[in-house]
């Protein structure tokens, strides 16, 4: 069975930071692109950052540039979130997200989610 | 990176078909084939049911359908059933090698 079970949400102050993970299991993880994605409850969809199978190209939403970082161990299965300057509004519900086939833009297979509150 | 326009919420009776646009710009929808669509039931992560604009993963229904015209995509549910009752999000690949989501609709099977 396909498994992706994120950790590491919590609460923070602004200006904080955080570490994500997300241990897969169930699939060839190094042969996958893998998203974050982040959705408040009963809001829409938005798109954060992703990281190719190799690690050889990652990209980021314009809105988290600069100040989350992305990557993976692919001897660990495990994807990584690193969040820094964390701001109010990155508050959010965190999904760990698995590429569909070999195709960079599209995900098929959810986690449950780690939620991550910036408040003071 | 602006979100994709998908109207709020659509509505049918069960066996007519509904379309849920989604309007983009050159920079994303109307600039690659790589339009997705997803749904997503009430406590549930979403399922990919359209990708490359107008194909279907092993196992969708065929009641869904996609397509593209200039820069904005639509969805097509035909039949529509109990089931379909969900949120629906379209999604694009975008220039700088991102990807963009709608703002979601909300399918209402009256």
């Known amino acids: 069975e396909v498994q992706l079970v994120e950790s590491g949400g919590g609460l923070v102050q602004p200006g904080g930071s955080l570490r994500l993970s997300c241990a897969t299991s169930?699939?060839?993880?190094?042969?996958?692109?893998m998203h974050w994605v982040r959705q408040a409850p009963g809001k829409g969809l938005v798109w954060v950052s992703r990281?190719?199978?190799?690690?050889?190209?990652?990209s980021y939403a314009d809105s988290v540039k600069g100040r989350f970082t992305i990557s993976r161990d692919n001897a660990k299965n495990t994807l990584y979130l690193e969040m820094n300057s964390l701001r109010v509004e990155d508050t959010d519900v965190y999904y760990c997200?698995?590429?569909?086939?070999?195709?960079?833009?599209?995900?098929?297979?959810w986690g449950k989610g780690t939620t991550v509150t910036v408040s003071s | 990176q602006s979100a994709l326009t998908q109207p709020a919420s659509v509505s049918g009776s069960p066996g007519q078909s509904i379309t849920i646009s989604c309007t983009g710009t050159s920079s994303d929808v109307g600039g690659y084939n790589y339009v997705s669509w997803y749904q997503q039931h009430p406590g549930k992560g979403p399922k990919l049911i359209i990708y490359d604009v107008s194909k279907r993963p092993s196992g969708v229904s065929n009641r869904f359908s996609g397509s593209k015209f200039d820069n904005t995509a639509s969805l097509t549910v035909s039949g529509l059933q109990a089931e379909d009752e969900a949120d629906y999000y379209c999604?694009?690949?975008?220039?700088?090698?991102?990807?963009?989501f709608g703002g979601g609709t909300k399918l209402t099977v009256l």
């Open positions: 990281i190719k199978s190799d690690g050889s190209s990652i």
């Open positions: 997200v698995r590429g569909f086939s070999a195709y960079a833009a599209y995900m098929d297979v």
């Open positions: 169930g699939f060839t993880f190094s042969s996958c692109w």
């Open positions: 999604s694009s690949y975008s220039s700088s090698s991102t990807v963009v």
